[in-house]
């Protein structure tokens, strides 16, 4: 079983549409959660932490349930440059520095005009 | 921008030969990592340090090596490459933001072994 599980996608919505992501992961010892956006070719960008309160950020939110072990992406008022692969990003390093992540294999977005 | 830069970009070499792909960042980060991105899986860590002469393994360390002589470079090499190591390859560092250590990426380094 893969440490972090995401719906692959691809996810095809138009502008303005509000679409969300869904992510679970596998240990319950894991301390911290995170989003990355991947345009095709380049590296991982960090999008935004996930904190257990939930956290938003302009049009984007992030949400997680360590009860359910499932960590969830919401983006509203879709842009065209929205369109990336998404990564759910999970460090099961407890109280370490040592950031060892975990990645799902991503969801791909593509907005549409 | 968190200051990493990778060399080279793009590498081609055959079969059984060594090479060594450089990390190099310029804000004196403790902490650095290589991964490894293949189709139809998510980035995989390779080998991570925690400091100048400390380094250890990642979950797919089989086939690489890497050493860490200064702060800021951290050089991986795959010893005699084989084509299971086509791959794109990416280092990073972690910074801490708000009580929570953030990894950063470099650019990438494509590498075909053929």
């Known amino acids: 079983r893969k440490e972090v599980e995401q719906d692959p996608g691809p996810f095809n919505v138009p502008e303005g549409a509000t679409v969300a992501f869904n992510c679970t992961y596998s240990n319950s010892a894991s301390q911290s959660f995170f989003w990355y956006r991947q345009d095709c070719r380049k590296e991982p960008k960090l999008l935004m932490s996930?904190?257990?309160s939930g956290n938003e950020d302009g049009r984007f939110t992030a949400q997680l349930n360590r009860a359910s072990q499932y960590i969830s992406l919401l983006i509203r008022d879709s842009k065209l440059s929205d369109s990336a692969t998404y990564l759910c990003?999970?460090?099961?390093?407890?109280?370490?520095?040592?950031?060892?992540?975990?990645f799902g294999r991503g969801t791909q977005l593509t907005v549409w005009p | 921008d968190a200051g990493i830069t990778q060399s080279p970009r793009h590498k081609v070499t055959e079969t059984g030969t060594p090479v060594t792909l450089r990390c190099h960042q310029t804000e004196n980060h403790r902490y650095m990592y290589w991964y490894r991105q293949d189709p139809g899986h998510g980035l995989r860590l390779i080998h991570y340090s925690y400091g100048v002469k400390d380094t250890d393994k990642g979950e797919v360390s089989d086939g690489y090596s890497v050493s860490r002589s200064k702060t800021e470079d951290f050089l991986l090499t795959l010893e005699s490459a084989t084509s299971s190591q086509t791959s794109v390859y990416f280092c990073?560092?972690?910074?801490?933001?708000?009580?929570?250590?953030?990894?950063?990426f470099g650019p990438g380094t494509r590498l075909t072994v053929t």
């Open positions: 996930v904190y257990s």
């Open positions: 990003v999970v460090n099961l390093d407890r109280g370490s520095t040592l950031g060892r992540l975990y």
């Open positions: 990073a560092i972690s910074e801490l933001t708000s009580g929570t250590y953030e990894q950063y």
